[in-house]
């Protein structure tokens, strides 16, 4: 089994994620990702705050 097949039996909300790059620090993990979809929409955050609620393209 692959390792993006295994990544994706245990975390499939999370299958439209690149991992880029990935740091260990003393006590964290920082993980640099992006998506790889063509459209997302807004962070729940701006929309809370008024901004848009459709899914855009990506840039």
Known sequence: MSISS???LLFPHLVALR???AFR?????RVTVATTA???A????Q???GGCT??????
């Open 19 to 21: 991992i880029d790059n």
């Open 38 to 40: 063509l459209a997302a």
């Open 6 to 8: 295994l990544l994706a």
């Open 42 to 45: 807004c962070p729940s955050a």
């Open 54 to 59: 459709a899914a855009t393209a990506a840039v």
């Open 25 to 29: 620090g003393d006590l964290s993990i």
């Open 47 to 49: 929309s809370r705050r």
